[in-house]
């Protein structure tokens, strides 16, 4: 069978109501993972989610800011948690479904950073780069754990030259300067992950999964980065059948800056 997960960095759950029924609509993934909900739990709109045809839920938010969670179309266990370097800023969580022995899925939202690229000057870069590190950590003691696992979420890092409108413009811009590449490479090679959308989408296209609310006009622009991302443990790697992320919602009305990605997987 087919399993089908989405990633989407909903920038507010309560604004991208009308996003998340079209995703729904477009692409009916089996599993949905959400970042930056911004709505704390006993507020999370659950009933509207099961209407939806997702009755499985995991969710961990906060008010204003963060926030992630796994809707599922079947069931979920081993519900989990992470806090990162002593914060319980509503990051990552994971939670299993019970098919093919068990498939461990993350959603993971890792900070921004802002927007200077030093970490003497800027705390939030500072943070993120503590935060890069420790997940590289992480990642290197997790592949220890469960060989089935699918780790999504808005990464904040876009890699490739190829991830970003202008490799050499962008390098002193957060997001994708060196030390944050460097970073996030370490974890990616750490946890042997596959990058289960660049195994479709050779590394040579341009792909964009972001786009600035600032551009005026972001189609006729095009400036977007890939900030967006589903890693795979190598034991699923034969298993990914499809990768795409749906630019067209960037175009919606009221649209997040962000736009879904989803991966297909054969299980």
């Not at 997960?5 to 079209?22: A, P």
Request: aromatic share 8%; proline share 7%; charged share 25%.
């Amino acid at each position: 069978m087919a399993l089908s997960i989405t990633t989407w960095n909903v920038n507010s759950l309560r604004k991208r109501r009308d996003g998340l029924e079209g995703l729904v609509r477009l692409v009916e993934p089996d599993v949905i993972c959400l970042q930056e909900t911004k709505v704390r739990d006993e507020e999370f709109p659950s009933e509207w989610v099961k209407a939806l045809g997702y009755p499985h839920i995991h969710a961990h938010g906060m008010p204003g800011y963060n926030g992630v969670a796994i809707l599922s179309r079947h069931p979920l266990a081993r519900l989990s948690v992470r806090s990162w370097l002593s914060k319980n800023d509503c990051r990552h969580i994971s939670a299993t479904i019970p098919l093919a022995g068990g498939i461990e899925i993350h959603s993971v939202y890792i900070p921004a950073g802002g927007d200077v690229p030093d970490p003497t000057k800027n705390p939030r870069f500072a943070h993120k780069l503590g935060f890069l590190e420790a997940f590289g950590k992480w990642s290197g003691v997790r592949r220890r754990g469960s060989p089935h696992v699918v780790l999504t979420g808005d990464l904040n890092v876009a890699p490739l030259p190829t991830d970003v409108w202008s490799h050499e413009k962008l390098l002193s811009v957060v997001s994708h300067t060196p030390r944050e590449v460097e970073l996030f490479d370490r974890a990616f090679k750490a946890g042997r992950w596959v990058d289960a959308v660049r195994h479709v989408v050779p590394a040579e296209e341009r792909l964009y999964t972001w786009w600035s609310y600032r551009a005026p006009d972001w189609a006729k622009a095009d400036k977007g980065r890939r900030l967006d991302h589903v890693w795979v443990t190598p034991a699923l790697k034969p298993q990914i059948k499809w990768a795409s992320a749906l630019r067209e919602a960037r175009g919606w009305k009221t649209p997040s800056d962000h736009v879904p990605v989803t991966v297909v997987l054969e299980v």
